[in-house]
């Protein structure tokens, strides 16, 4: 009966595919023990200081949230030593690249500009609002060509989106090249800086601010910064993200975004678990510590593996076994990975960088799967 009148940039959408779920394998394969390693979610769960936090807060559920997340807002501008004014969040990062091609970006005129592959959210948002997006191929080994996307640049671009680290490869631009980039962009076009993976570029002895313009305090006018407690912060299931835009972008995102999309146990558990500096630590520590054994294993099991600066590996499994066949294999093994067909990547597998356990399982059964030739 709808069908007619469904708007035609809905009609034309595929959905997004997100991970398989663990209760979904657990059933379809009739398996006790499955972990998930789609999603870069945290590997050692969540802080207890959030636990702890989310009990003590659930009997103010009943309340709205207060208008604009005053408190969250606030400690966040303490935490990165920022402006508070600067500072908007959403549910999760995704409302906030919802939000921003909204705000800017007008149908049947305008467009937006991102690599290809990239996180889908970006392309997807814009197709619902009927914006035109333009894409560039990154580089054959996943760097990016900023030449080459600032020639897809025109005077209707609202919106550049890049993802750094990135999503899926893992490949992480210098941040003078960012920096550079957004010099050249026209002034009246927001170059949207995707942090999600950031805490996790630095290598031993080095700080986010050598990765990352935000943290070394020289984010250029005309660029904002995204970031989520989805990750690192071990918060996906509460959908919490935060951006630091230019102050009157952030002054017109409150006067539009949904008044309460971020709720009360969200902004409590962030308060909580900017104050678990330990387990914080813990996170990184696990993430770059896994990040080495599986780039180790996998190599040595023949797969050609991206270097990463994010919670995920990229890889290419040995010329026996397709990507297909190995993701096939493994679900029905218990360990749940990401094809990455939907990045246009079909030759191609995300692993999320586990705790030591789920590692250690995602290495043996890949190497059962690789060493009896392939499918099973
Ligand atoms: C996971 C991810 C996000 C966001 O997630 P939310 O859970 O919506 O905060 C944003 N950008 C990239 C590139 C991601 O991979």
């Not at 945290?42 to 807060?57: F, I, T, Y």
């Not at 927001?190 to 570029?201: G, H, K, R, S």
């Not at 050609?304 to 990507?323: D, E, G, H, K």
Request: hydrophobic share 40%; proline share 6%.
């Amino acid at each position: 009966m709808f069908e007619n009148v469904v708007r035609p940039e809905i009609r034309s959408l595929k959905p997004y595919v997100p991970g398989r779920s663990i209760d979904e394998i657990r059933e379809e394969y009739g398996l006790e023990c499955v972990v998930k390693m789609a999603s870069n979610e945290n590997p050692l769960g969540v802080s207890p200081l959030v636990k702890e936090a989310l009990g003590r807060h659930a009997d103010t559920v009943f309340r709205y949230p207060a208008g604009g997340n005053p408190r969250l807002v606030k400690a966040l501008a303490e935490h990165w030593q920022t402006d508070a004014s600067r500072i908007v969040g959403g549910n999760g990062s995704d409302e906030i690249i919802d939000m921003l091609v909204r705000m800017l970006a007008v149908a049947g005129r305008d467009n937006v500009v991102c690599f290809r592959p990239c996180f889908s959210l970006y392309p997807i948002q814009s197709l619902i609002q009927g914006v035109e997006i333009r894409r560039q191929p990154v580089n054959t080994d996943f760097s990016f060509d900023f030449d080459k996307l600032l020639a897809l640049v025109d005077e209707n671009t609202r919106l550049v989106f890049v993802t750094t680290p990135d999503n899926p490869s893992g490949y992480c631009p210098k941040p003078d090249e960012v920096k550079a980039l957004a010099a050249r962009l026209p002034r009246d076009c927001l170059l949207v800086i995707d942090e999600a993976y950031m805490d996790f570029a630095p290598a031993p002895g080095e700080s986010e601010a050598d990765w990352s313009l935000f943290k070394r305090g020289d984010l250029p006018a005309n660029a904002c910064v995204i970031r989520t407690f989805s990750k690192s912060y071990g918060l996906a299931g509460l959908r919490i993200g935060v951006g630091i835009l230019p102050e009157e972008l952030a002054s017109y995102y409150w006067r539009a975004r949904l008044p309460f999309s971020v709720n009360i146990l969200a902004e409590e558990a962030v308060l909580a678990a900017l104050e678990d500096a330990e387990f914080r630590e813990l996170t990184l520590t696990t993430v770059r510590e896994g990040r080495e054994v599986l780039t180790r294993g996998l190599t040595e099991l023949g797969c050609t593996v991206m270097p990463s600066r994010a919670n995920f590996l990229m890889f290419l499994p040995p010329a026996q076994c397709t990507a297909k066949d190995l993701y096939a294999g493994l679900l029905a093994r218990g360990v749940i990975v990401r094809a990455l067909a939907s990045y246009d990547l079909p030759a191609w597998i995300r692993v999320s960088i586990g705790n030591t356990a789920e590692n250690r399982l995602f290495l043996k059964e890949t190497a059962a799967i690789l060493n009896e030739g392939g499918a099973r």
